[in-house]
């Protein structure tokens, strides 16, 4: 009656994409950009494995380029329909799919600069902002917790997923006569008690749920521990007058990344010192901000209602021009956020090469680092990298939040999955395949519900109550498990040469042994990450 195929966010966390197949037309619901790794280049590249001019109706969980980065090549290449998304996720694709399109044209004419001088053909942008900005057009704002029939028998509903400002899980209904099949996609659940939106909201009863896994397999550290870390991160920078640099996605991470700030300042746990919003697209986003109260949780609703604002307070600085990010290069003792979160694009990756090698500085990472980024290489203690042709050593503290993330845990995760009614099958995915494969044997365990970990291009045919058959098995992305298994080889080793240094230090000495057991347990965890990943 249904058949969903896993184009997309299948064994990997990124290139979220799905296709309904229904009795009266075929449904996508996200067409994001693969991001990370070795072969995300050449999946995006690749000739769309669906006909989009077949496709009849996009539905977009949020605005993340890795849900809606390959939205305006699918009009380019024939997509007719309508994209339906809440309000705030049609403003923001407006600035953020605009902004993707430039980078896309600026990565391609930096290609071909060195392709020229190589004598191989020019390649074309994957797409413009002309693209982007051409395809806004066809989006359409829906409400939260609003049914709408978009075809014969099929009907949608978008809840808040409380994960960015605007974004959504999707209930689909599909009836055929007395036969019905009721398909939930979680898109990416927020954390509750998540600063400046709400709280995640549960979807209605379904047969069949499509479950994000990004922290499948693991809990965040106490919101309060994680802001007593975050302010002792930044004591400890500036006393010694070096710069916080941290890598965020312009929408979500900053915003919540200056809301904490500011509510250490006020607490007084932190001083005031310069803090610098280094992101157009990011300083658009808070903008976009303002105008939906509609997403802010009671906490932000009264502040707002105060007439204050946690984005613009004393110290903070938006940089817009490039001749004021340039001169970041020269400031310390400050703060400077900058995108891509994953430090694979945009200012962000100049300010790692003046910062680095600096002893005194901090990289604080807050998000999720995809295999394959350059964030996901300095998490996994890379000793030096290479950055615009040079090789910048790594002389900073590099440091890690994950609280911070967006992404609900391991439990909130479960908590969320666990309030489906009639729930009868899981398909795990937007994950890493540990991850998948984690939080699939978490859920069979948990709530005694089937849990598939799809492979890519997958697809299931679905029938009421539950019942699912396997079409086609799908493919496994083997090139980002080898890449992933020779970055971590390549951590252990950095990690190894570290702790012979120390030790060859301690030869003939009282050996410090919190110092001994600090090195054993970051060896041991670089082996059983290595352990996992290399697992088949």
Partial sequence: ????????????????????????????????LFQGSGDSDELNRAAFPFDPEGIDVLLLTHAHIDHSGMIPRLYRSGFKGRTLATHATV??????LADSGYIHESEAEWSNRKRRRAGRPPIEPLYTQRDAEKCISSFRGVDYGKTYEILKGVEVKFVDAGHILGSASIEITVSKGRKKVRLGFSGDVGNTD???????VPIGACDHVLIESTYGDRDHEDREDRANRFAEIINETIRYGGNIVIPAFAVGRTQDVLYEVHRLQKE????????????????????????HPECFDREMSAISAEGESPFDFPGVTYTRSTEESVALNRVSGSMIISASGMANAGRIKHHLKHNLWRTESTILFVG????????????????????????????????????FSAHADRNGLMRW????????????????????????????????????????????????????????????????????????????????RDARKVLSGLTGRK??????REIEVALRGALRALEDRSAV
Avoid at 91 to 96: A, G, K, Y
Avoid at 269 to 288: C, G, K, Q, R, V
């Fill in 194 to 200: 998540q600063p400046i939106i709400r709280d995640p």
């Fill in 1 to 32: 009656m249904v058949r969903v195929t896993f184009a997309g966010a299948a064994r990997t966390v990124t290139g979220s994409c799905f296709l309904v197949d229904t009795p009266s037309g075929r449904i996508m619901v996200d067409c994001g």
């Fill in 268 to 291: 007084g746990l932190i001083p005031e010192f310069p803090i610098y919003i280094d992101s157009p697209l990011a300083i658009s986003a808070t903008e976009i901000f303002s105008r």
């Fill in 368 to 403: 999720f680092q995809a295999v394959g980024t350059l964030g996901r290489k300095l998490v996994d203690g890379a000793r030096s990298v290479t950055l615009f042709g040079e090789e910048v050593v790594v002389d900073a503290k590099v440091e890690a939040l994950p609280g």
């Fill in 91 to 96: 403003d923001l694709c407006s600035i953020m």
């Fill in 511 to 516: 050996a410090d042994s919190a110092r001994l």
């Fill in 417 to 496: 999955l666990s309030q489906v009614k009639d729930l009868q099958r899981a398909f795990v995915v937007h994950g890493e395949e540990s991850q998948c494969l984690a939080f699939a044997k978490l859920v069979e365990e948990r709530l005694d519900v089937h849990a598939d970990v799809p492979a890519l291009l997958g697809t299931v045919q679905l029938g009421p109550d539950g019942a699912a058959e396997w079409i086609e098995k799908g493919e496994e992305l083997a090139d980002e498990r080898i890449q992933s298994v020779a970055e971590l080889l390549d951590a252990v080793e950095a990690r190894a």
